[in-house]
């Protein structure tokens, strides 16, 4: 018999229970930590959650049904206190906008979902920072950018934690 089987860590290992709502689960955390007590007059703290989102929805197109963003983005907008409806509108934007990718393309590296992911994020800081303008708030759209850029640059290691809560998740 191959050692590995004798060995028994991976023999009986299945998914943990509650397997479908650990992806929500993440991104509500991921969320949780705008509560962190960091103080900051630029707006540069990225949004976590936003970006757990995004790298769940990359890595498992089938992680949660599509209706499922309207109430992940409530929670991260009662937690982040962004305006009501600001994420639950752009997050389910954003799964229009996956879904439409995943029909156009036949497959996808580390670097076209970097692009993809770069796109939608740069587009969604656009959006918020045009209608915190609108609503009466001192936020020019240059403001917005070096928020945007450090989203880009924190999305791998979203995806990264995506991967590893994946695995972990389903008993890999």
Known sequence: MVRAALAGKTLNRGPVHGAAYVPAASVVAASLLVALPIVSLSGWWPSFGLLMFIAW??????????????????????????????????WTAIMLVMDLV???????????????ASLLIAGSAWVEAEVSGLSG????????????????????????????????????
């Open 57 to 90: 929805r990359m890595l498992r197109a089938d992680a949660w049904p599509v209706w499922w963003s309207a109430p992940l983005g409530l929670v991260n907008d009662l937690l982040t206190g962004a305006p009501i409806g600001m994420s639950m509108a752009l």
């Open 137 to 172: 708030a001192p936020v020019r759209t240059a403001m917005a950018v070096p928020a945007a850029l450090i989203e880009i640059l924190t999305f791998p290691l979203a995806a990264y934690l995506a991967v590893r809560i994946d695995r972990w998740r389903l008993g890999r």
């Open 102 to 116: 995943d029909r156009r393309t036949q497959w996808r590296d580390y670097w076209i979902e970097w692009a993809v």
